[in-house]
């Protein structure tokens, strides 16, 4: 079965700290990676697609085939991106969009 | 324009009865995705629905059953409830079933089975 593993329940940086949110995946065929983020009192909503390679708040995460990772990395972080984030696979199936959700990580990021 | 918009909010229910939670999508979008979020977890799979039909579904029992509307929107009905039920049910659209459609999420609707 596809398998999204975020080895980090909780994670605390001090700002302006490097921040790195791991990522791991299990999937047989070409992946389509995701990072959603639910900040406090807020809906859960996406941060950045691999397939965008772009970088949103700073943030930009690489998919590294060999490694299965996709790891979500941000130089200088701010306190502002204390929050949730999840890391979720899109597989097809019957017909489907199914997003497969690793556990999540809790940021916390200390002034 | 709206956000994916889902009711009740909050509501607590007895074990064995049934429940329907509601859900509008975005506008313009024709799918409708259900996800059952338990505490401490990430958002799991239930089904999704494109024009009306169930395109679909993760590991849940029959007790979870869903209709689209001809408007888009859908409902969630869970029968027999059991306190294992008790969580954060998501609803989420796109604009069709493709792989890499983003995916916009409801704020959800809390479920507490008693």
């Known amino acids: 079965a596809q398998r999204v593993t975020q080895p980090e329940k909780l994670l605390s940086v001090f700002k302006g700290a490097p921040v790195e949110l791991k990522c791991n995946y299990s999937?047989?065929?070409?992946?389509?990676l995701f990072w959603y983020v639910q900040y406090s009192r807020q809906r859960l909503q996406l941060l950045l697609r691999?397939?965008s390679r772009e970088s949103i708040k700073g943030f930009t995460a690489d998919l590294n085939k060999g490694e299965t990772s996709f790891h979500l990395k941000k130089p200088f972080a701010q306190e502002e991106d204390s929050a949730m984030y999840y890391c979720?696979?899109?597989?097809?199936?019957?017909?489907?969009?199914?997003?497969?959700f690793g556990q999540g990580t809790r940021l916390t990021i200390n002034p | 324009d709206a956000g994916v918009t889902q009711s009740p909010t909050h509501l607590i229910k007895t074990r064995g009865q049934h429940v329907t939670l509601r859900c509008s999508p975005i506008?313009?979008?024709?799918?409708v995705s259900w996800y059952q979020q338990v505490l401490g977890q990430g958002p799991q799979f239930i089904f999704q629905?494109?024009?009306?039909?169930?395109?679909g579904r993760g590991n849940f029992p029959d007790r979870f059953s869903a209709r689209q509307f001809p408007n888009y929107s859908s409902e969630l009905n869970v029968n027999a409830l059991l306190l294992g039920d008790s969580a954060l049910y998501l609803c989420?659209?796109?604009?069709?079933?493709?792989?890499?459609?983003?995916?916009?999420f409801g704020e959800g609707s809390w479920l507490t089975v008693v």
């Open positions: 989420a659209s796109s604009i069709n079933t493709y792989s890499g459609n983003t995916i916009y």
């Open positions: 999937y047989s065929g070409s992946p389509e």
């Open positions: 691999h397939i």
């Open positions: 979720a696979l899109s597989e097809p199936i019957q017909g489907a969009q199914k997003l497969v």
């Open positions: 506008s313009g979008h024709k799918s």
């Open positions: 629905y494109y024009e009306k039909e169930e395109r």
